[in-house]
């Protein structure tokens, strides 16, 4: 069944499309930690904007996770993050990318805020986030961002090539947990199949993406799970990361990436957590729910967000306070809700 859209989205493709041309220069971004959404949607439309002559590059916040780095084989040069302020600050067009909040862009939260050119966005997240004006392209229904960036492409009529598709796959894959999750839908696979007839080989990237883990990474979940709670009269259950684990088993933050799943998975719980230290005396909290609980409804009250089924905030304060503070409001958040899985 070919992808169709409807005439307002077409518009709203055609109207981000516009400001992205040739002879701009365009820099992409994304959130600090960049994921596989992120980073796909980042590469999948860097390949359509270079088929097109425009001059475009990513600038991150953050450096690309070692595991993502193939998705930039085939553009060397292209990711400049070490050189993001530089390169956006000399940017005739902005696209932020998988959030609509200038607060997740970190460092370069300012630099975007006073670039003083259009600012545009493209999103599936819930919230009610800022950005500087310019177009956007938002659908909080899209399992993945990348979902979108391939719409905008068919709006356009852009060619999807091998390597277009490849990013926006590894977009799809892992915002929906290997297409487990509940925000796949038939639209999200019906778009995964016209990326995969493309010639993506979805084997290899499962083995960029999930099967090239160091040693130290099995090893943080095994320390991360000998922590475990479970308080089924709740529904909660959680992990925390052992202070210093991340550095001394020599990997990033990254590898925590399905850790949260396995509390989620137990019988009867309802909402599932993982507490990390984070830089700057902030503790980071992953979320993740089952049945009717809005992690990202909950989340919203400490400044966080995210999807229904998966979001995240962080608190300044120590392990012990935030865990007391965020634990507390799980329960009667859950309590309040009134009904099961």
Not at 12 to 27: I, S, T
Not at 194 to 211: F, H, K, M, N, S
Not at 254 to 279: C, H, K, Q, T, Y
Request: hydrophobic share 45%; proline share 6%.
């Amino acid at each position: 069944m070919p992808t169709t859209l409807a005439p307002d989205r077409i518009a709203a493709a055609e109207a981000l499309a516009a400001v992205l041309a040739p002879g701009k220069r365009v820099c992409l971004t994304t959130h600090v930690n960049p994921d596989g959404d992120g980073l796909g949607s980042e590469v999948g439309l860097l390949h359509l904007l270079r088929a097109r002559g425009v001059d475009a590059v990513i600038t991150n916040p953050t450096a690309t996770p070692s595991r993502f780095e193939f998705l930039l084989d085939d553009l060397p040069g292209c990711d400049r993050t070490a050189h993001a302020v530089k390169e956006l600050r000399r940017a005739d067009v902005i696209v932020v990318l998988d959030i609509s909040d200038l607060g997740r862009l970190g460092m370069l939260c300012d630099t975007v805020r006073e670039a003083g050119v259009p600012v545009a966005c493209v999103d599936h997240h819930v919230g009610d986030g800022k950005l500087p004006d310019g177009p956007r392209y938002l659908d909080v229904n899209a399992a993945a961002t990348g979902e979108l960036i391939y719409e905008i492409a068919i709006a356009n009529r852009w060619p999807v090539t091998p390597l277009v598709a490849q990013g926006l796959y590894v977009a799809l894959l892992t915002d929906t947990g290997g297409f487990r999750f509940s925000n796949t839908r038939p639209r999200t696979l019906r778009v995964a199949a016209d990326l995969l007839e493309t010639g993506v080989d979805p084997e290899q990237i499962y083995l960029d993406v999930y099967a090239r883990a160091p040693e130290g990474r099995p090893r943080l979940f095994a320390e991360a799970l000998q922590t475990l709670v479970v308080e089924p009269q709740h529904g909660l259950a959680w992990v925390t990361v052992p202070p210093g684990a991340i550095e001394r088993l020599g990997v990033t933050s990254d590898d925590l990436d399905g850790v949260v799943e396995f509390p989620r998975s137990i019988e009867g719980v309802r909402m599932a957590l993982l507490f990390r230290e984070a830089a700057q005396g902030r503790i980071k909290v992953s979320l993740r729910s089952v049945g009717n609980v809005d992690v990202a409804e909950f989340a919203k009250r400490f400044g966080g967000g995210g999807h229904r089924k998966a979001a995240g905030l962080s608190l300044v304060g120590s392990m012990v306070d935030v865990q007391g503070t965020v634990l507390e409001a799980a329960r009667e958040y859950i309590a309040s809700t009134n009904g099961h899985p």
